[in-house]
């Protein structure tokens, strides 16, 4: 800073006298050479310079190169929560809203970009150029954006008149056309849906090199990486297609909350992004029905959530914070993805309309403001008052004010059906003595809307009011079924009789019950065993019908869990069982769909899935197709189809040598395709060469070979090799300094880098060697999801303990060993 000038009014200087900064504080102190007046409005003016550094934060400069191999430089920001103080003085803080105005003086050849339109642009001379913006509309500091480079842009205009941009490095404009589709449908979409126009004039949404988070919602400009905004249908996989569209309804959804309504304090971080992360499947659902994103949802985002709320070191979803660091901890699967699941139950117990009318209400009564939660919970009561009398605030502050869920233990006898309803934990706690963080207002107990069918009944609601219940079965139902959809956020515990119905029910005709409700019954199931609570044989038997499943979304539940106990049981001497009994649910599946690139979406997502899962537990004829077309990729320049490259790329050089590495990562540098980079620089970490593998995580640390934003990528591909997870955790204690300075702690790249080096663990030696690596050491507000990882291996310990052995006698009864 070079000078500080404060204005009484226009013209009449008040005389400073000093300024001092505050770094740890992150403030600046100005004293004035006489009394202010109260409600006396005065002008600030500060003289600064800021250097650009490499950093993914604040001010800070990017690159990308060209075909040719030319660096080109661009200039940009990312200022979500506290770093516009990064970049400008001021009051860093949600809850004071202002007007911005922005000037900036670049060379000729490049643009420069903002939240509002350009007012003008005149030459400057010795090869330079001004341009002046508009004054943007009232909004919070975090929301400020600001970008020079040398992007061009694909537009057009949204059915409701709003000019849509993307903006894109010259070479890849090419890939930006879907995205510009998506984004103008959704904008639309959104104005329907919330019944409130987008405020703004334009919508830019441009791509940036080098990006630490997956998007950021800046008020009419908009950040992304360039994977979750470029999309090129010859070379990207469907899973990439769908991430590009609801990244872009995540972020647009943004726009109403977070924009033009904002959290008064971090404390109601969800209230912005639980509403994006629900909204975000509603919008994308809107352009691309065919994708099913609600049944998508409950595996995606519920069961997510679900995984890491049943810790005992989660958090509520509304938690104090007081500085950076414990606000940067807070953006995490919770805040965004139990946030969302809570929305979708309240969607399902108050119904669309009523939730779209309180929405509308919050979002009228409250744009250009900040407000908290408890105000939309008010909007929600007084719109449902004239339907369902429900008292939603006194309702959910037992969902957000709480952390964890419900087990709803289920016994059926006589016809009458008793619900108890206690905490579900992964791991039971190692201490009598509740810590007061762990104490509950509510004493861990629920307003629950269960939900439930029967063979003669659609759906149905019964309400436990923070106690247990009961309700009575009509005389000719057979069976029931809890939490119809997955709608809610608890797990169901059925007795043995009612288990072995639904097992029965599902062998004979699984189409009794919708995908999400087999995808549901899989993920309670799976769960429960590996905790102890449900015998092993009952939730293997229950997998068995899977042979005859053709539906993504159960398969993409019962993967996941497949994948945790191939982690678990990797010294186990029923490895080899345990393998097989998978390959043997699969094969049948995964043959009928065929080693094609053929059907809709989800078939494609789901084959892709399968012949992936097939490679890792070992099925020959998978392994020699996907190293054929390696080969043949590699020598004769055959491509691959883009949901195939996933499985190819990995098993070439999986099961290949140098030459495959090497070749892999010619392709990683020299493609324009982002998700392509993604998917090879992902398959480079399969290989079982433990010298390559080394050098692929020493990659991670050069800027010029991996960008600082994979680095996590990196960590958490080699973690996940069966040969790396101790190479991983060394590298990660030798480069602990690096990633601190990097990344800072608590951060979403610095949480993916504990977790992922970790959480596979499952000795007590890996356990004790670990927390003796961090006594010593601040983590800062990482200490959060460092006592997570933590607990997953005291999970992961305890299931090897108590669980394994059940799971070997299962497998040894029922799975051939030739």
């Keep these: ?191 329907q849906f919330f019944n409130i126009s987008y405020p703004l004039p334009k919508l830019d949404m441009i791509a940036i090199p080098d990006f630490g988070p997956g998007a950021m919602e800046n008020w009419g400009l908009v950040t992304f990486r360039m994977t979750t905004v470029l999309y090129n249908a010859m070379e990207t996989s469907s899973e990439s297609k769908e991430h590009v569209a609801t990244v872009i309804a995540h972020e647009l959804a943004h726009q109403w909350f977070g924009n033009l309504v904002t959290m008064q304090w971090w404390s109601d971080l969800w209230l912005n992004e639980g509403f994006a992360s629900f909204v975000e499947y509603l919008g994308t659902n809107h352009v691309e029905p065919g994708w099913r994103m609600m049944d998508q949802f409950i595996v995606s985002t519920s069961q997510d959530a679900m995984s890491l709320d049943g810790l005992e070191s989660s958090h509520p979803v509304m938690t104090d914070v007081d500085n950076p660091e414990e ?74 004010r709480q952390k964890g869920y419900p087990l709803l233990t289920v016994t059926l006898k006589h016809r009458i059906v008793r619900i108890k309803q206690r905490r579900f934990l992964l791991t039971p706690p190692e201490y009598d003595d509740a810590k007061p963080s762990d104490l509950s207002p509510y004493g861990y107990k629920w307003f629950v809307p269960v939900t439930y069918i029967t063979d003669i009944d659609k759906e149905n609601m019964f309400w436990l009011n923070m106690t247990d219940g009961e309700f009575l079965l009509p005389a000719r139902a057979k069976w029931l079924k809890l939490n119809v959809n997955q709608t809610g956020f608890y797990r169901v515990m059925y007795d043995d009789g009612l288990w072995n119905t639904l097992i029965e029910l599902l062998h004979t005709n699984h189409n009794v019950f919708k995908p999400a409700d087999r995808a549901n019954l899989l993920d309670d199931a799976l769960t429960l065993s590996r905790v102890g609570i449900l015998d092993s044989a ?161 990659y991670s640390l050069d800027r010029d070979k991996v960008r600082p934003q994979d680095t996590a990528l990196v960590i958490g591909v080699a973690a996940r090799n069966n040969i790396g997870r101790l190479l991983t955790w060394r590298f990660v204690r030798m480069n602990w300094p690096y990633f601190v300075e990097m990344f800072g702690p608590g951060s979403f790249s610095m949480d993916m880098i504990l977790s992922e080096s970790i959480s596979h663990f499952s000795s007590k030696f890996d356990y004790d060697e670990v927390k003796s690596f961090f006594s010593g050491r601040d983590v800062g507000t990482g200490v959060q999801s460092l006592q997570q990882s933590l607990e997953r291996v005291r999970a992961n310990m305890r299931w090897r303990e108590n669980t394994e052995a059940s799971v070997i006698q299962w497998l040894q009864h029922n799975v051939h060993s030739t």
């Excluded at 005859?548 to 010294?571: C, F, G, N, R, S």
């Excluded at 290949?656 to 070749?663: A, C, N, P, T």
């Design 1 to 191: 800073m070079s000078r500080t000038l404060v204005l009484e009014g226009e013209e009449t200087e008040v005389p400073v006298i000093k300024h001092l900064e505050y770094p740890k504080h992150e403030q600046l102190y100005i004293e004035v050479g006489s009394t202010l007046k109260p409600y006396q409005d005065y002008i600030l003016w500060i003289d600064f310079k800021k250097h650009l550094k490499e950093k993914l934060e604040g001010f800070y400069i990017s690159s990308y190169k060209t075909s040719d191999g030319r660096k080109r430089y661009l200039a940009t920001t990312h200022f979500q929560p506290t770093l516009a103080r990064a970049a400008f003085p001021c009051f860093d803080e949600p809850a004071m809203k202002a007007t911005f105005q922005l000037t900036v003086i670049h060379e000729e050849g490049y643009n420069a970009y903002f939240n509002s339109e350009v007012y003008q642009t005149e030459p400057y001379g010795n090869g330079l150029s001004i341009t002046v913006f508009d004054k943007t509309l009232k909004m919070s500091t975090y929301l400020v954006a600001f970008v020079v480079c040398d992007f061009k842009a694909l537009q057009k205009m949204s059915p409701d008149g709003i000019n849509v941009r993307v903006l894109v490095p010259p070479e890849q404009l090419n890939q930006a056309q879907y995205a510009l589709d998506t984004a103008a449908n959704v904008l639309h979409f959104f104005q």
């Design 327 to 400: 606000i940067d901890a807070i953006f995490d699967f919770i805040s965004y993805k139990k946030g969302a699941a809570i929305l979708y139950m309240l969607e399902n117990f108050l119904g669309t309309e009523t939730l779209k009318k309180g929405l509308s209400t919050y979002l009228n009564k409250y744009r250009f403001k900040n407000a908290r939660t408890e105000d939309l919970w008010d909007a929600f009561t007084q719109v449902s008052l004239t339907t369902s009398h429900l008292n939603v605030s006194k309702i959910l502050d037992t969902w957000t």
């Design 538 to 698: 009952i939730a293997f038997n229950l997998t068995r019908y899977l042979e005859k499943e053709e539906d993504y979304v159960p398969w993409e539940t019962a993967i996941l869990h497949l994948e945790v106990l191939d982690v678990l049981m990797q010294e186990s001497p029923a490895l080899s069982l345990f393998h097989k009994f998978a390959r043997n649910l699969m094969k049948p599946v995964a043959e009928n769909l065929g080693w094609t690139d053929e059907g809709d979406h989800l078939k494609k997502k789901l084959r892709s899935a399968l012949l992936r899962v097939l490679v890792r537990f070992g099925d020959e004829e998978t392994i020699k197709k996907s190293k054929l077309t390696f080969q043949n990729w590699m020598h004769h320049n055959v491509r691959v189809a883009p949901n195939l490259r996933s499985v190819v790329y990995s098993s070439g050089v999986r099961f290949g040598g140098k030459e495959e590495w090497q070749f892999c990562w010619q392709q990683y540098q020299e493609t324009q395709v982002p998700s392509e980079k993604r998917l090879l620089l992902t398959a480079l970490g399969y290989t079982e060469d433990m010298w390559r593998l080394s050098q692929y995580l020493n």
